[in-house]
């Protein structure tokens, strides 16, 4: 994943120093390597809480993409607001200072998240004169604050002048800033490049992110029996039922961090195509597309129709509003799953940030495709589905059974999954490119 940075950055001279912040030109982008360090090692997966682990496992388990970014000249390292075995990363000069500044040799900058330094006490903001002291002495660089900023410059000023923080933190501080700031040549160019603008949007990007959904798209099911496959789908047929909470959704589609911060539900804060409007866009002239978002089964065994595609999921969510004990998704999608796969050949087309608890339902369903959350691109989606494409993509992350094997890594004694990391079925395209 760490490809990203180059990415973002542009590729690095070959003769550069590793560990100083690299931006190649004006048509690039600073790049931060983020949640340092562990966040995804949390107890019960809960946001910012505690990641208990030892060093060995920290470093070989969680380490190793802030080590590889570094060396590609990543420009920032985000601190994460979980703790390590107790002690928060906001506030952790060991692993902030001393090794990733001195034993990684990081030369960029280290920014604090979100009112980061606030939650280092309990409740947040409660001794923030010494939360200032323990961030910006961990090796905070620069602080996110996103209100209350002449309280922090008031705070840290005290704290300098009264030698509790010595200057040459501050120094140190400014002058990884700068590196920054002169690598990315924002004292050349101070403002955006107009010129850019139509470069958002554009079609070129939009197939490429087809192709992405397309690619990504795992395949978990093809038939009750390995010689009587649902999948490819036929573009002619009498009459096809859509059905489901996330079939006519571009939020949904698109999660959380999307134009809002928790995103959004329904299809008026971007442009994109709908797995809907996708299907219509596909099959053929003649073939009746039926959406019904929540049918009763009354409605499902009445209609004659030749198979049903049933797209659900997760609402979107980010960070706190994404825990959860259960990893069940929500209502109405179950009930639509049971009322449409009951009565007709279905596939289920699922909508999810991460693996979620899809038993016994799936005995029900003739087919199930993991779409992950396939952003704006839903025509990626029935790309596949009718046989344009074949379907490729692999599982990058174990699939449960119950939530009460949690967590489950390969491996692991107890590794008894619904689907193994790396499972994906495969089909082939219908017709030739």
Not at 26 to 32: D, G, H, Q
Not at 172 to 191: H, M, Q, S, T, W
Not at 321 to 349: F, H, Q, W, Y
Request: net charge neutral.
């Amino acid at each position: 994943m760490t490809e990203i940075v180059p990415g973002l950055q542009g590729d690095m001279p070959a003769k550069s120093s590793k560990g100083v912040p690299f931006v190649a030109g004006n048509k690039n982008v600073a790049a931060c390597a983020k949640h340092y360090v562990g966040d995804g090692g949390t107890t019960k997966g809960i946001n910012e809480n505690n990641t208990v682990i030892n060093w060995h496992d920290l470093l070989s388990i969680h380490m190793p993409g802030y080590y590889t970014s570094i060396i590609k000249g990543v420009s920032t390292v985000m601190v994460s607001y979980s703790s390590w075995n107790g002690v928060k990363m906001h506030a952790n000069r060991d692993l902030v200072t001393g090794f990733l500044k001195n034993k990684l040799r990081f030369r960029g900058f280290v920014i604090s998240d979100w009112e980061g330094i606030d939650r280092i006490t309990y409740p947040p903001h409660a001794n923030y004169t010494y939360s200032i002291q323990a961030a910006i002495g961990s090796g905070i660089d620069m602080v996110m604050v996103p209100y209350d900023y002449s309280s922090f410059i008031d705070g840290l000023t005290f704290l300098v002048k009264n030698n509790f923080i010595p200057m040459s933190r501050i120094d140190d501080a400014v002058k990884r800033i700068l590196r920054v700031k002169f690598a990315v040549g924002l004292f050349e160019n101070p403002l955006a490049d107009n010129s850019l603008v139509d470069q958002l949007g554009r079609q070129e990007h939009r197939e490429l992110a087809r192709e992405a959904v397309r690619r990504s798209l795992v395949l978990l099911k093809n038939g009750h029996y390995a010689d009587q496959p649902l999948l490819p789908l036929p573009k002619k047929t009498s009459k096809i039922l859509v059905a489901g909470s996330h079939a006519d959704n571009l939020g949904y589609q698109c999660g959380g961090w999307t134009i809002e911060w928790q995103g959004f539900s329904g299809n008026d804060l971007t442009n994109g195509t709908t797995v809907l409007t996708a299907i219509k866009n596909t099959v053929d002239s003649s073939t009746n597309v039926v959406y019904e978002e929540n049918p009763d089964p009354k409605f499902v065994k009445s209609n004659n129709f030749s198979c049903a595609i049933v797209v659900v999921g997760e609402h979107p969510y980010v960070e706190t509003k994404g825990d959860s004990m259960n990893l069940t998704i929500p209502e109405p999608g179950p009930t639509t799953i049971r009322n449409v796969c009951g009565a007709l050949k279905c596939v289920v087309i699922l909508m999810s940030g991460r693996p979620v608890v899809i038993e016994p339902d799936i005995d029900s369903m003739d087919a199930l495709v993991a779409a992950w959350l396939p952003g704006s691109e839903g025509q990626g989606v029935a790309d596949v589905l009718f046989g344009d494409y074949g379907f490729s993509g692999k599982l990058p992350r174990t699939w449960f059974k119950t939530v009460d094997q949690l967590p489950m890594n390969v491996g692991d004694p107890h590794y008894d999954p619904l689907f193994p990391f790396g499972f994906g079925l495969t089909t082939e395209p219908t017709k030739a490119y």
